[in-house]
């Protein structure tokens, strides 16, 4: 049997990490979750998930933008898609292409919260897929996914 | 026009007084006029400019003004001098009272027989009451833009702990549904929470004052946050100087000032994850002969060096996603309306202490 598919949770709200964590559950994913920057990046280093659901207006020592850089900056977990979750996105104008200018401050998705589960969970379906193809697990032959042996 | 001194009036078709000489007519021009020459230096006045400024005939604009030795940044009158067209600047002045006032001042050239600027006029009117509501407009949108981000928030809350008990109740798991509901309701207090910011940020109301003891004032708000802080495993203590007299204060502005700073306090230690104990500490006790204070420490995550410049200028919220920026931006506002001012010393990773300064009356 496949290893279930880990998402980690980073986000200082220990109400939405319940409440996010439930719903994917809920939704077939294993799911770990750290109310703060450092205990999140540790979290990663050592789990290797296959998604980071991240908070990046967290409040705590190492901001959402300090996990993010440390993903992107490790050669060995670079490639792990990221969503970026803030509540403050429309009032900061942040958007997903506008964090292209700096490399390890890249997030592959944007949502705001609150977070529309509706097309949350499409979205992660396609980033883990692209995740496996950028791993060399599986390849994309007409739209249909692969698994490389 | 003829220069005439004083009322030398007839009157015209309709009675009215209409000759009143020039001189006369540029006093009661209903903003300061001056002329100055290439040196800034003063060489006319009207009547509005000598009853705010003195008499300032002979001396450099930028003293009168502003009791500086240097030229103001944004000099229109040199500008004028220079391109020979009109200028306007907004300036911060002093009057001679003592008190502050902002000046919109526009400033046009006065040409010679040759055609070369001779001197420069310089008119300027007070807006201090205009940059007042203009400073409104801007807190009224700052607010607008804290709470949408506080709102949406609040609905993720609402929205994930609705999901759990959903759940819950469809897999006939009782503690789970409990637990959505409890994330459910602590989201509804904090809509009343908001609720309340928003009237008060709002609302421009004088204090209405009553004679209160702080030490009570520190009780009663303490006394709402006991259930809060025992759920985040906080210590909360009072500690009240007795020797305080009972003063005046509008006592429901204050406990909701008091009230928005505990639950700063009780939130900067939620979120340390460094120490092992928090405690929260509210105090009332004497500042100096004159004022008393009200401070509430804690010992818990601390304000950054970045975000301490922009506590209160910008109503900034360090909060990330569970900011209600407002809080502070409704304690500045309560604190001034009262006379008073609030200081904050804190040390990023130990703590901070807000300590709000009162005047005893």
Redesign the interface.
């Known amino acids: 049997m496949e290893d279930p598919v880990k998402i980690i949770i980073v ?3 220990t ?2 990490l ?3 964590s ?2 994917l559950k ?1 939704n077939g994913y294993e799911t770990l979750t750290a ?2 920057g450092q ?1 999140g990046i540790d979290l990663i280093e050592k789990e290797r998930p296959d998604l980071i659901l991240l ?1 990046v ?5 190492y901001t959402g933008l300090d996990v993010c850089k440390k993903v992107r900056t490790n050669p060995d977990l670079k490639d792990i898609p990221i969503i970026g979750i ?3 996105a ?2 900061l104008g942040v958007q997903v292409e506008k964090w292209g200018d700096e490399d390890y401050f890249k997030v592959d998705e944007f949502f ?4 529309d ?1 509706e097309k949350l969970l499409p979205r992660i379906k396609e980033l883990l897929e692209e995740g496996l193809i950028k791993k060399g697990k599986a390849v994309r032959i007409g739209g249909k996914l692969y698994p490389k042996k | 026009m003829e220069p005439q001194e004083g009322l030398t009036g007839r009157p015209d078709n309709s009675g009215i007084i209409v000759d009143l000489g020039f001189r006369t007519i540029l006093d009661l021009l209903p903003c300061y006029l001056s002329i100055q020459d290439r040196s800034l230096h003063i060489v006319f006045t009207n009547e509005n400019f000598r009853k705010d400024f003195g008499e300032g005939i002979g001396n450099l604009c930028h003293m009168v003004y502003k009791g500086s030795s240097d030229i103001c940044e944004s000099c229109p009158v040199q500008k004028s001098f220079k391109d020979m067209k009109v200028h306007i600047s907004e300036e911060d002045v002093e009057l001679s009272s003592g008190k502050m006032a902002q000046l919109i001042v526009y400033s046009a050239p006065i040409l010679d027989a040759s055609g070369n600027v001779a001197a420069v006029i310089e008119m300027s009117t007070n807006i201090t009451q205009v940059k007042e509501i203009q400073k409104e407009l801007t807190f009224l949108g700052q607010s607008i ?1 804290i709470l ?2 506080d709102m ?2 609040i ?3 609402l ?3 609705a ?2 008990v959903d ?1 819950g109740i469809k897999d006939g798991d009782m503690e ?1 549904a409990g ?2 509901w409890d ?1 459910v309701k ?2 509804i207090g904090e809509i009343s929470t908001i609720a309340q910011n928003i009237l008060y940020s709002s609302k421009k109301r004088d204090p209405k004052y009553q004679k209160v003891s702080p030490e009570e004032m520190v009780r009663d708000v303490v006394g709402l946050f006991e259930e809060k802080s025992s759920a985040l495993g906080v210590k909360l203590k009072h500690r009240s100087n007795p020797a305080l007299p009972v003063v005046n204060l509008d006592p429901t502005n204050i406990r909701r000032m008091l009230h928005n700073l505990v639950w700063n306090a009780l939130e900067a230690c939620k ?1 340390d ?1 460094e120490k092992h104990t928090h405690t929260v500490v509210v105090r009332s006790d004497f500042h100096d002969r004159f004022h008393f204070k009200f401070e509430v420490e804690d010992n818990g ?1 601390g304000i950054d060096e970045d975000a301490q410049e922009n506590i209160f200028k910008e109503f900034f919220s ?5 900011g209600t920026g407002l809080g502070l931006l409704v304690v500045d506002k309560i604190v001034k309306a009262h006379g008073g001012w609030v200081e904050v010393l804190t040390a990023p ?1 130990k703590g901070t202490t807000f300590r709000v300064i009162l005047r005893i009356r």
């Open positions: 986000d200082d709200n109400d939405y319940f409440t996010m439930t719903f809920r109310e703060e205990k908070d207006m967290m409040e705590s020592t803030s509540g403050m429309d009032e705001d919260k609150p977070v589960k | 833009a949408s981000h949406k928030n609905l993720e809350g929205q994930g702990g999901y759990v759940e789970l637990k959505g994330i602590r989201n979120k994850k995550v360090t909060k990330g996603s569970e990773g």
